[in-house]
């Protein structure tokens, strides 16, 4: 049934072109509409390019299958018209959300349900006077969405229970890893883990405790190499021997009082991102980001294919 049917990406710049990779390599049929006629007349160029790439890690192997399940459309009415499901991932702004979640309830299947990517905007301030309301949802990934398969499910408090459950089967169809944010909340549960870092990292780099550089190194050499397969209650879990109760009742206290020593919320100074840039510069010169980018990617699918590996061939309890 809702096999048979496509899927609808709206809106292709990073975020779009990704997410039809992570449809048509599911399997599905994607129909893609930008309002950009340039970004429409290269997206088969830009994506057949990411599916090289992954071709070339061992992420795909039928590079042509998956780029002739794409399908470009000339207006949005052709792409959404008998969807199943639509992925919203146009310009972050609340007016241009609601225009387009508005604009895309009048082509909608009476069935079909509408993710949006929004980094950050609760669906439930573009999606109010949506007809069909209680098909929307917020359905947030990381970029590239081929790469790094979590993604946010984030009801608004009129998203029906069927809306949600039918967007998260789709996930978990096509390879993503969805995560249930129960209700709205600024940031959701990724961006809110990584402000707590981030805002740990920028008062120790102030306050002169460390370098960026050696703060750097505290993560890419120490904590991220298990945040790769294990999140901090299965890490906490472990790393005391009678269990996490263990590890609470010893390291509770030190915890507790680390973060009342950071009540005092300042918001990044003008001299204080002067002097990080400045750290940053001397390690990666400014002409040289694009380049890192592309190896910190090349990282990724690396990494990507290892996981897929270890899944795939690994004992059933390696993987828990
Ligand atoms: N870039 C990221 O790292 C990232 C990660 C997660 C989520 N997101 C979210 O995904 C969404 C898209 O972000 P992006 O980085 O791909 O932006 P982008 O600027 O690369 O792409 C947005 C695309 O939407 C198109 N567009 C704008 N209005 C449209 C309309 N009315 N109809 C059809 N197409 C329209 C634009 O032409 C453009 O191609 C945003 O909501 C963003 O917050 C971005």
Redesign the pocket.
């Known amino acids: 049934m809702y096999q048979d049917r496509h899927i609808a990406v ?7 072109s990704g997410w039809a990779i992570v449809f048509a390599r599911g399997g599905h049929e994607v129909c893609v ?4 006629e340039r ?1 429409r007349a290269s997206l088969r160029d830009t994506v057949a390019a990411q599916l090289r790439d992954l071709a070339s890690h061992g992420l795909v192997d039928d590079v042509d299958s998956i780029l002739a399940r794409i399908h470009v459309c000339d207006t ?1 009415a052709d792409a959404v018209t008998d969807a199943f499901y639509v992925q919203e ?4 702004r609340e007016d ?1 959300k609601k ?2 979640s508005q604009a895309i309830a009048e082509h909608l299947a009476a069935d079909a349900v509408v993710g949006s ?3 950050g905007i609760p669906g439930s301030a573009f999606t109010a006077d949506t007809p069909s309301r209680e098909r929307y949802l917020v359905v ?4 590239p969405p081929y790469l790094v398969p979590v993604v946010e499910l984030v009801p608004a408090p009129w998203t029906s229970t069927e809306s949600v459950e039918r967007a998260m089967a789709l996930m978990n169809e096509v390879g993503q890893a969805p995560v249930l944010v129960r209700r709205e909340i600024e940031g959701f549960i990724l961006n809110r883990l990584q402000g707590v870092l981030l805002r740990e990292a920028w008062a120790l780099f102030e306050e002169g405790y460390a370098s960026a550089e050696d703060i750097d190194k505290t993560v890419r050499d120490g904590l991220g190499l298990r945040w790769s397969f294990m999140g901090p209650f299965e890490t906490i879990d472990l790393n005391a021997p009678g269990g996490i109760r263990d590890y609470a009742e010893r390291l509770g206290p030190l915890y507790h009082s680390i973060a009342a020593s950071r009540t005092e919320l300042q918001p990044w100074s003008t001299d204080l991102i002067a002097r990080a840039e400045e750290a940053r510069r001397d390690v990666l010169p400014a002409d040289e980001l694009a380049v890192r980018r592309g190896w910190r990617d090349r990282r990724l699918m690396a990494l990507a294919a290892h996981k897929a590996k270890q899944a795939a061939g690994g004992q059933p309890d390696e993987s828990h």
Request: charge should be negative; hydrophobic fraction near 45%; avoid cysteine.
């Open positions: 709206v809106g292709a710049g990073l975020v779009g509409f930008d309002e950009n970004i949005l991932s146009v310009l972050e241009v225009n387009i990517s929004t980094s947030h990934p990381v970029n």
